[in-house]
């Protein structure tokens, strides 16, 4: 079921970011190197950045369309993002952190549940300053689950991370995924993080959408041992 | 009260008043200059910081003309209020806070951008409205350095002279302030009276650098 599509035109300094594509209920990898526009576009959906022309809907329900001048403020979205510096707030605790986003009402995703999947609850009453790189990354992933959004971005999330941390936090990653069954835009330049986690990849270069399809099958020949 | 005092306890309550006029003022325009695109903007930029090099006399002379009672302020005040601004208490607030309004701009906006827009960002996506972001998460990663920037501009209007002299004039007991007395007591041949008050002016600058100084540095480390 096609849950999420979005059509962001935004010019770039070096080339235009020019993107059309659908996601659907799952995890969806957008793959490409380093300044090649991931970032842009997952701001535009976001609503954190203004697209020269976009048109961007979530279940059923437009965010963005330039040609009717619609734009949800981005707190309108209901997207979580978890950015690459992760973006904690220095100056609250663990506690404060992943509370500042949860709504009046009933919330779809309860702190004990976040706290018993990501193992958070002994840090609650820590500062953020306290905490090693593996735990802000879980409190991250706490603090957008907690604002219970329609669609989860994650911006190269592990990209500082040495490689047994990343495997611990990949599988914290595949739990929230299991349990919580959020769809989410997985952003990464590591073929195999997005092998691990998603059922459907789309590969940008230089502010195109080059290919798509399912991970094994795009990263099996650049994977392959040479013979 | 004793003389030295007065005006000790008169420049320091005039200053303080002065910073409670601007800082409403500032912090929003700050906050537009660190955040904000917008037409104009450069003008406005350039506008503000007037103060900061033109003669204060020149900004005195502008603010007469204004606040007079045929200015366009002044006589409006005159005529409503029967409120008189030029040779009164609030020439000398006025006089202040116009000439410590750039210094306190610059420092807040500084104290702004060192606030990363990207925790700003996260923050409206977690569903806060900029005014919750605004109070929730900029203000209080900004708080060191934004008063940092008032204790700086405090100290400015505490030495300002220029601009005070014109508009307020040197009224004992109603007008003087730290700087306008010391001259007034130098032309007198005063002098024990002008070091006095000079040595009172030094510890407070002293006080206020030394103070703004290191609430700047504090928040260096902390943002």
Redesign the interface.
Known sequence: MIYFSAQVFLPLNHFPLEVAFEARDLVTGVFGPSGCGKTSLL?SI???RSPTRARIELRGRLLADAAKGISL???K?????V?Q?L?L???LNVRQNIL??V?KGAPTIHLDHIMEVLEIGSLLPRPIHSLSGGEKQRVAFA??LL?SPELLILDEPLSSLNFALKQKIVTYLIRIRDEFKIPMLYVSHDPLEIMELCQEVLIMEEGKMIHRGKPGDLFRSCLSPVH | MDETWHIVWFTLGSALLSMVVILPIGLPLAWLLARKEWPGKSIVETIIALPLVMPPVATGLILLKVAGRRGFIGSFLHEHFDMDIIFTWRAVVLALAVMSFPLLVRSLRVALEGVSPRLEGVARTLGASPLRVFFTVTLPLAARGIIAGVVLAFARALGEFGATVLIAGNIPGRTSTLAVSTYLYIQLGQDDAAWKLVAISISFAFVAVWLSEWLGRKQRVTV
């Open positions: 701001e976001c609503g954190l403020l981005p707190e979205r209901n997207i979580g993002l950015p510096d973006a707030f220095p100056h500042y986003g709504k603090r957008a604002a």
